[in-house]
């Protein structure tokens, strides 16, 4: 449920509401915009509902009362009007600006993630993306350098002057990479890891959630939800592509229509990942400028110094000229589009 104040309603009238929702021993959330709402994220007992709406659409400086028509609230445009915007390590997401994350799959030594680093930094990149902790499907697989990784990314996010973005995949390990990079990644399998989100949304961190390759939207925004409800606003959302009909020609479908949808009933930020989208590196480069024109805020893409040596995702790894030649077809894009892109240092507007 949501109260809209009106534009003149004074402090006097909105703690009039709060006192209403708290009588009933529902708690108010405060959500100051072009006018003050004040939302009741909790779920109101269906037999309240409608006595607690009339009671409130009389009281002094009210100018609605609504029922939230969506599962999710803290995550939805009916609560919160206007678009996120995360702050993480000097880069704003969510805003004018398209941010593009971009780096390998694994960190796999410290020489390839410096290199990485400053080949994604040199094209327009603002952030660095690396896995420590890996999720494989298989246990043979590369698991990933852990801690190690992570102090590499640290490093190397310091030297080269770059927001930094890794997975966490346990609860225990939160604290942990939230000490070691600018913003928290949820990976698509730990999109329904509750005591992972709790811990995520207890951090505060900013997080990047992906969304379940087998998840519907209402789940992926619940996900979102948990942590927004666990005192984390500093949630982005990344469409990463669904469980496809046909493996034979794509890993997954990436579900570009994901884009408008989330951006019409969820005010988060939404980043796309054409990597784990398609996992053929000739089609990322088509999905990218698609994502753009769509309307997400930026991109999550796999980039490798030499994908032929990758240790995961090697097929879906852009090599540093094809991520150049991407970057600077972005970058014409933009310029319709109406959004801009950061250019290495510099900060021109393109
Ligand atoms: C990744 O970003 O490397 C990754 C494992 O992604 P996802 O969780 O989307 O599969
Ligand atoms: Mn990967």
New binding site residues.
Partial sequence: MVVVMKADATDADINGVCAVIEEHGLEPLLMPGNVMAIGIPSEVPTDLREPLQQKLQILPGVSKVTQVSRPFKLASREFHSQDTIVRAGGVEIGGERFVVMAGP?SIESYEQLKSAAEIVKANGATVL?G?AF??RTSPYSFQGLAIEGLRIMQQVGKEVGITTVS?VMSPDMVETVAEHVDIL?I???SMQNFPLLIEAGKSGKPTLL?RGMWAPIDDFLLAAEYLLAHGNPNVMLCE?GVTPLDKSYTRNTLDLAAIPVLKEHSHLPVIV?PS?GTGVAKYVKSMSLAALAAGADGL?V?VHPDPRTALS?AAQALPPDSFAEMMSALREMSAVTGRSMTMGARSSRI
């Fill in positions: 799959c993306r896995g890996k999720p997975e990644q990976g698509a399998r992906k990463r990942d784990h999550m796999e995702d």
